[in-house]
Each structure stands twice: as C-alpha cells, then as structure tokens.
C-alpha cells in the first residue's frame, strides 16, 4: 500500500476525527446550556451558541490543516508581513518566522527549551511505529557517532561508493522502464515516482547496510513499506488519545508489520558485524565494511557503547527521513525538467564535458549548472513547506517578545522566504542557473558553444541567464535557504543527498528524454506540512538517440 493509496483510508480517519470534534463542540455547547437554572440557561444558550461555533469553525480550520496545510502556511505568510504568524493543526499550534535573526534564535535556544527530536517523535511516534525505539528529546553529544559517520565518514567515502552505486543504478534503471509498457509510438509509458523512490532506496540501501542488502529485492521492498507504514501508523496514532496509543500502536503494527521485518533483518546483519569484529581482533582475516553500520561501530565512545538494537534503531529512523525526502525532492526536480526539456540538452552537455570520473573525484559536489538547478527547483518548488522544526520544552521568548509555549512548534516557512522579493530577484521565476558563480557560467559557455549541437547553446537565452549577480551558492550550502534546517541541528546527509540525487537525475537525463503524457495533471497532493508528488503521474521516456546510437563513452558512461 503506497502512501498515495492509502489516502482514502487517512481521509476516512481524518474526517472521523473531524466529526468526533462537531459532536464534541455540539455537546460542550448543550452542556452549558442544561446544567443551570432557566434564566442562566437562557443566557448560556445566547452566549454559548456563538462560542461553541467559533470553537468549532477553529477545529475544522484546524482539521483543514491535514489536506492543506502548505496553502494555509502560504496565505497566512502572506498576511504576516515578515512578523511571526501562527496556524492551528489538529495536535497543537505551529509558530512560524520567517527572518533569519529569529532562525539564529532559535538556533541559539538548548535543546531542553527547543527540541528537534521531540518534534520528530510527535511526528514519527517511534515507540509504537519503530519497533519500541524511544530516543531522548535531547541528544547531546549522544548523537556523535551518527554525526561523525554522515558527516564525515560517508562523505570521505564518496569518491569510491559513487561509481559503485552508479553502476547499480544504470542496470537497475534500464531494467524498471524497460518494463514498462509501450505506447502506441513503441515508447515506454508509465509512473516515474516509483521508479525514482526504488532508485533512491538502492542507493541509500548501499551506503546505509552494504552491497548485499541493496541488492536484496525481497528487502528493499518490505523497506520502503516501511516508510508509508510508519506514516500510516503515525497518522492514526496522533489522533487518538495518548493512553490508546499503546494499545492501537500494537494491534496496528501486528497488522503492518514492514518495520518488524526490516528491524530483524538489520539485527541479524548487525549482530552478525559486532561478531565480525570480535574475531577481527582475535587476529581473524575479516576484512572491514565500508558503510554507515561499520563507521557507527567505529566512532561509538568505548565508555558507552551503542549496541545492536541502539545502530539499528538509529538507522531505520534515518533511512526513514531520508528516503522520503530525497525522493520527492528528485522527483519534482524531474517534473521541472519535463517543462523545460531544452534544459535537459545544456544538462547532457555538462556531464559529458565533465565526465563522471571527474565528478566522482570530487565527492559528486561539482556539476554546477545541475547544482544550481537541483537548487533552483527546490526553491521554488519545496516539497517541506516548514523548517527548522522544534518543540517547545520550557516557554521560550524570541528577543522581541513573542512567547510561544511548551507543545507547540516553531518553524521557519522556507516557502514564503525562498521567494520574498526583497531577498530574491524575480523570486516567481524560474531561473535554473541562479546561484552559478560567473567562472563557471562562463566556463560551461565555452564549451557549449564548442557542442555539436545547436541544441545545447541556449545558455545565451534569457532563461539561462544568471538573473542576478553575488547569489552564487552551492545546492548543500545552509547560508541562504532553509532546504537542510539550521546550524546546529542541520541535515547531515545533505553532501551524500546532492551527489546521489545528482547521480539518479544525471542517469536519466542521459539516457532518456521524459516528458509528462498530462503536462496540466495535478502533479502533488498535501498531507498536512508536507506536498507528495502523485504516484500515478505517468511520463513518456524515450532513449536519448545520442547516447543509444553511441553508446556509453568514457565520460558518459555509468
Ligand atoms: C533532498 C534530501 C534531503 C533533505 C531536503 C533533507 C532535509 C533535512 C532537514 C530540513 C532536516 C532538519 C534540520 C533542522 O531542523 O534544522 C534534516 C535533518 C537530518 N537529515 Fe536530512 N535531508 C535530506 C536527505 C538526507 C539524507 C540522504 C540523509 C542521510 C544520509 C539525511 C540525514 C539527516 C539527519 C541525520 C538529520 C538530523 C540531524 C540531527 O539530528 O542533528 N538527510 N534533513
């Protein structure tokens, strides 16, 4: 069940609840008015009426929350002017800035006032939904090894994990739309999401767990069930009262048991590596993993260690964020792509000047005009419309006054501030090389004016022009949006998600030309801060003739 087919299932549980709260506000109103005399009575009923509709009106605005909240955070960013706005969802209040001296603030907040894994877990309600996983609010210097193996020692790793999962992918790719069925003009027809989403979990399946499990269908599958049945679950947990949650959180994951599954797969694999590892220093010749479960173990403090269940709990709540995001984040960029097909042109361009070797060198981090894009669509186009999300823990004040209390969130509105006018120019324009520095820009009109194909020379159009000078960013960059949160509690995965979504958009862009079969279908539907693309979108992929009729060269090959 994807999480787009489980809709109507959450429509139905959302609008139960939503009915719970008409009767709720109806009866409180009728209370009021039978427990007193006549006279009160008749007064409560005068001015009860009116309180109970507003309570009410305020409980369905809130209801509304969970199909729209993006629109509802847009209009009511738009009647903020630059202040601190606020929106009801069904749970709590949302507190939402929109400035970056307040994001500082927060920044600046300890993790006992402000928490980002307290939100996480409202969200993810792990201890029912993650086989039992309770993390802390606060992680402290708890959290080191997870950091220091995202940060530092996966992205060391890239130069030599990138062609491996480059390779992988190419196979993996050919063989999912070669499947597909065919129009009528003999080209392939069918859903691009899905194919996008295995490709990502291949990929983060690599790095995360190892070579063999990425190449176990059986788990991939169950491991991307994971992550809509934890949505599911979640869901439905957060709209049932806490002394339920128990209960329901067992009866349901009986019934959607992915995470179960993929838990005892990894306990298995893990277990099985401290094993490896004891025998590794009684002189055994087992060689070394090269993956996040590997450079967990190594960087855990030998005075308290993580065990088995402490890496796989860990892991499952990271592939969890991971996956999700990345993979909505590559799909819009290829919707983007599909309305600007000339793009695709300069983009083929670049890679084959470049050449994959050079990119895998780098970590994955050059390709600035694809960077630039990459970043230019999420801008425009971001798939979280909330971020740097903390709960309150203790009442915090931002410096001018604003009080927001313990249960609410504070969040930034990255979609109103990635497109204020007084930040950037022509913010509703799509301009897909925005933030190239002009050494690159003029470095790749040198060697598209050199290209075979009069196709791929449009950096002089005004759709390729660099719309504003000084703004010229990396995609990973945290300076100038609010795509990976906020200092300290930033993305860390954010080096390893720009060079694999660079590598799964630069796989498709060279072997096919995709475009939409419905351009003006709806593309997205939103689910409470969140907009997913449609699994059903269906495109149209045709082999790229240049890198069919050539076949791969050195610098285009996978
Ligand atoms: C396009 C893909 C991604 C986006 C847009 C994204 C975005 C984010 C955002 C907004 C946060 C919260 C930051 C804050 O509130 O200040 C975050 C946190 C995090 N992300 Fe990502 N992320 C992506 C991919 C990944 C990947 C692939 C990984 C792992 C390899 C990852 C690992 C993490 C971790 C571990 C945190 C929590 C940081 C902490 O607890 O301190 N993310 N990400």
Redesign the pocket.
Known sequence: MSFSSALPVLIWAVSFGGLVLVVWALSEWALGVWKDDIETRRRAALFSLPRALRLLKSRLKAVAFVFQGPAIIQAAYQQSNGAPFSVKTPSNTIVLISDWHRIKEINAAPEGTLS??AAAKDILQPKHTMSGFDWNDT?GSD?AP??MT?RSR?VGYLPILLPEIRRDLAAFIDKRTGSLPRNKLGEMQGPIFPIILEAVARS?AR?FFGPELSQNQEFLIVSIKTIEQTLIMAEILRMVPGFLSPYLGQFLSNHLNANKIMNATLTELVAQRFLDRDLRKRGQNIPEYNDCIQWIMDHCPKHKPWGVTRIVHELIA?WF??VH??ST?ACAAVFDLCDHPDLVDILRQEIEHTGWLEFDKSGGQILPLMDSFMKES?RLNP??SV????KVLRPFHFSDGTTVQPGDYICSAPGGMNRDPAVWCEPDEFYPFRFVSPQAYKHANTYMKDAPRASAMPLSGDRYKIPEAGKATLYTDISDW?????????????W??SA??KVIIGLLVMKYDIALVDPAAERYFSWRTFKYPYASTHVTIRPNDKFSQKGPSDSDSP
Do not use: M
Request: hydrophobic share 40%; glycine share 16%; aromatic share 4%.
């Open positions: 980002l894994l992680r959290g997870l950091q995202l996966l983060n790095a990271v964020g991971s995001i990345a984040t999420a798939i979280e971020s740097t999300r903390r609010q795509q990976w949160g906020t200092g300290k509690g930033s993305c860390t995965g954010r390893y998600a694999a979504l």
